[in-house]
């Protein structure tokens, strides 16, 4: 994919935050860094149970313009769906190739 025309779906990027929870501990959560014109596509899914929680993950592809401050902390958000980034690849500084999964519970 090398056609700008083709990123036709706006996600919102999140980062990781770490917030003390006062007892010694940490507590995680996301805040939005910034929404983002993509492509989303996806590649595999796979049936499998997590904390005694049958549920399927879905493996997508996304694409964005390149930015040098996306990394595997980060995560996509589109609506109620969230993309956790498993791998990002450059492709000559004009986009990013993203492995990210989508868990369904």
């Known amino acids: 994919m090398t056609d700008p025309g083709q990123l036709n779906r706006r996600l919102v990027l999140e980062a990781l935050v770490e917030t003390a929870d006062g007892a010694g501990g940490v507590t995680r959560g996301y805040e939005t860094v910034t929404t983002l014109w993509a492509?989303?596509?996806?590649?595999?899914?796979?049936?499998n149970v997590a904390a005694d929680a049958l549920g399927a993950s879905i493996s997508h592809r996304i694409v964005v313009?390149?930015?040098?401050?996306?990394?595997?902390?980060?995560?996509?958000?589109?609506?109620?769906?969230?993309?956790?980034?498993?791998?990002?690849?450059?492709?000559?500084?004009?986009?990013?190739?993203?492995?990210?999964?989508?868990?369904?519970?």
């Open 39 to 47: 492509s989303l596509a996806p590649r595999a899914a796979s049936d």
């Open 65 to 105: 313009r390149w930015r040098g401050d996306i990394t595997l902390r980060h995560r996509f958000r589109d609506g109620a769906r969230t993309f956790h980034i498993v791998a990002i690849r450059e492709r000559s500084r004009r986009f990013l190739d993203i492995d990210a999964e989508e868990r369904t519970d």
